[in-house]
C-alpha cells in the first residue's frame, strides 16, 4: 500500500540547521510531486512549498524561502528538506504529502509526521 | 495568495444530526477546493478532491458541493467518530492554502 513516513525531527536550537527525510514506497515514486506540510502545536495547516516528479521545478512558500531546500533521490524513493537558519516560529510537525502534480492537486496520501521543535 | 476562511470554526453536533460546514475563498478558484479530516494526534485524510469528488473509502455521508468561491462539506447522520478537525485546501494557485479549520465536537 502507499506510505511515506517522514523523519529526522527533533530539538534544534535557533539559528541551527535540521534535514528532514520522508521515504515513500508502495507508489511510483518517481510519478509524483511531494508536497510539505506543517502544524505548529495546536493551529492549523501551513503549506510550507512541494518538489516536482523529477526535482527539477520547486516552490517555498515565503515563509522558509532562502532558508529550506528540497531534493530528491528517486533511485532510493527519497526526499529530503533542509532546514538552515531555523527559527523559534519554524517548531510544527512536519508532514511530506503525495501530489499529482505541483499545482492543481489534491494531497492523498500523507505521512505521520515528524515533530521539529526549535528552542534553545 | 488566496484566502480561505472556513465557518464555523467550532461546532458541538449530536450523533446522527446533518453538518454543514463552509469554506469561502477570496477569489474564485473553480473547482480546486478539497476536505480533509484530521483526528487528534494523526495526520490529516484526504475526504473530498475537485470540490465534489469522494476519494476512495471515504463513507458515503460525507459529500462536498460548490465551485467558484463557496463551497460545502456535509456530513449526512454524523457518528461518534466524526469528532475531528475538517479542513478546506485550495490548489487553484501558489501559494497553496488552507482554511483556518472547523473542529467537530460530538455531544
Known amino acids: 500500500q502507499v506510505q511515506v513516513v517522514e523523519s529526522g525531527g527533533g530539538v534544534v536550537q535557533p539559528g541551527r540547521s535540521l534535514r528532514l527525510s520522508c521515504a515513500a514506497s508502495?507508489?511510483?515514486?518517481?510519478?509524483?510531486?511531494i508536497h510539505w506540510v506543517r502544524q505548529a502545536p495546536g493551529k492549523g495547516l501551513e503549506w510550507v512549498g512541494v518538489?516536482?516528479?523529477?526535482?527539477?521545478?520547486?516552490y517555498y512558500a515565503d515563509s522558509v524561502k532562502g532558508r529550506f531546500t528540497f531534493s530528491r533521490d528517486n533511485s532510493r524513493n527519497t526526499l529530503y528538506l533542509e532546514m538552515n537558519s531555523l527559527r523559534a516560529e519554524d517548531t510544527a510537525v512536519y508532514y511530506c504529502?503525495?501530489?499529482?502534480?505541483?499545482?492543481?492537486?489534491?494531497?492523498?496520501?500523507w505521512g505521520q509526521g515528524t515533530l521539529v521543535t526549535v528552542s534553545s | 495568495e488566496i484566502v480561505l476562511t472556513q465557518s464555523p470554526d467550532f461546532q458541538s453536533v449530536t450523533p446522527k444530526e446533518k453538518v454543514t460546514i463552509t469554506c469561502r475563498a477570496s477569489?474564485?478558484?473553480?473547482?480546486?477546493i478539497h476536505w480533509y479530516q484530521q483526528k487528534p494526534d494523526q495526520s490529516p485524510k484526504l475526504l473530498i478532491n475537485?470540490?465534489?469528488q469522494s476519494f476512495s473509502g471515504v463513507p458515503s455521508r460525507f459529500s462536498g458541493s460548490g465551485s467558484g468561491t463557496d463551497f460545502t462539506l456535509t456530513i449526512n447522520s454524523l457518528a461518534a467518530e466524526d469528532a475531528a478537525t475538517y479542513y478546506c485546501?485550495?490548489?487553484?494557485?501558489?501559494?497553496?492554502?488552507f482554511g483556518q479549520g472547523t473542529r467537530l465536537e460530538i455531544k
Open positions: 504529502a503525495r501530489g499529482l502534480a505541483v499545482a492543481a492537486t489534491y494531497f492523498d496520501y
Open positions: 508502495g507508489f511510483t515514486f518517481s510519478n509524483f510531486a
Open positions: 518538489i516536482s516528479y523529477d526535482g527539477r521545478n520547486k
Open positions: 477569489q474564485s478558484i473553480g473547482n480546486r
Open positions: 475537485y470540490a465534489s
Open positions: 485546501h485550495q490548489s487553484s494557485a501558489l501559494p497553496i492554502t
